[in-house]
């Protein structure tokens, strides 16, 4: 176990320039999960989230990822630089004016939300702030990212507290079938608050990502 542990570790932590929710690889059909299986056969075809749009192909034409937002087309962007800006200095009402036009469920030019933004940046009162304001804790980001999954990388077990008790569920998968737990168990000690906040809302920690590993493997 303890062999296992360190060779995903390692695998998380080598790859130069890699995002801490952007490493390992090799999906395939035989490994997706049951759900993901059964969408696949009643020919459901998702574009792979983890893989950069092909040479000749305009970024900008793909649309991100939005679930959850039935206007699909129409996700406002804002600049993320700005709204860091404005969580920093704690002004919580600026936050609501900046965000008045775009809403609460706005993205950065990585299309995160901004909501993910803050969970990311470990914002305790900016995520409070926002989820008052109606923002979306199950909107994903190209990659099958949620707030959640941020959250239990930077093991923040408040604010992923929050986000679960605003309606995030505690088992999203992303692009390489990982959830929330999957991370916290891979970044964090078995007994940390994030890991307890994530097993007390009923994450599953078998649940295996796409190379047969699971956060109980990891714990």
Known sequence: MAALRRKVWCAI???????NLNHFS?????????????MWAAGHRPVNRCIAPA??????????????????NLITHVDGGRFDEIMLAGD???????LGNSGPNARDDRDRTVLMRAAEAGNLMV???LLDLQADPT?????????????AVAGDDGIAEILINAG????????????PLWYA?????????????????????RLRDCNGVSPEDLM
Request: glycine share 8%; net charge negative; proline share 6%.
């Open 13 to 19: 932590h080598t790859r130069a320039g890699a995002d």
């Open 168 to 179: 995030a569920p505690a088992d999203p998968v992303d692009c390489h079938n990982r959830t």
């Open 92 to 98: 919580l009402t600026g936050i609501g004016r900046f």
């Open 139 to 151: 909107l994903t980001d190209p990659r099958g990212t949620t707030a959640l999954h941020l959250a």
């Open 55 to 72: 040479q000749g192909v305009d970024s900008s034409s793909v649309l991100p990822i939005a679930s959850g937002n039935d206007d699909h």
């Open 127 to 129: 995520v409070a702030r």
């Open 26 to 38: 090799g999906c395939t059909s035989e490994n997706r999960n049951p759900r993901q299986r059964d």
């Open 185 to 205: 168990a891979a970044h964090h000690l078995p007994d940390s608050a994030v890991v307890e906040v994530l097993l007390r809302a009923g994450a599953n920690q």
